[in-house]
């Protein structure tokens, strides 16, 4: 975790595919919040459910199928998506897709 402080990162290089996997490396872990790195292989996904907390997804590389309430959302790379507390979401990869997740606790 600390060994990322004070330094120039790029992201997408920080978290690695894996064949039919979902990797992920967490950045900072703290009682506020966490910043963690996801990479998902092409059709991976998180089940729906829901976090107390708010979160946003940074797409870093390639593109994901969201689902937040309901709706789906696409989200390619560049684009960031907010998901409210306590809303169901789910998470899958439409291509291979590496995400920055910030969940924020307080």
């Known amino acids: 975790m600390d060994d990322f402080m004070a330094k120039n990162l790029v992201l997408a290089d920080l978290v690695q595919y894996g064949e039919g996997a979902v990797v992920s490396r967490t950045l900072i872990k703290r009682p506020t919040g966490t910043i963690t ?4 292989d092409t059709g991976q996904e998180l ?3 829901t976090a107390p907390f708010d979160a946003v997804v940074q797409v870093l590389d390639g593109e994901a199928l969201l689902t937040i309430g309901g709706q789906p959302i696409s989200a390619k790379t560049g684009e960031t998506v907010i998901m409210p507390a306590n809303i169901p979401h789910a998470v899958k990869a439409a291509t291979r897709f590496k995400m920055l997740l910030t969940m924020i606790r307080s």
């Open 37 to 40: 790195l996801f990479a998902f």
């Open 47 to 49: 089940s729906e459910h």
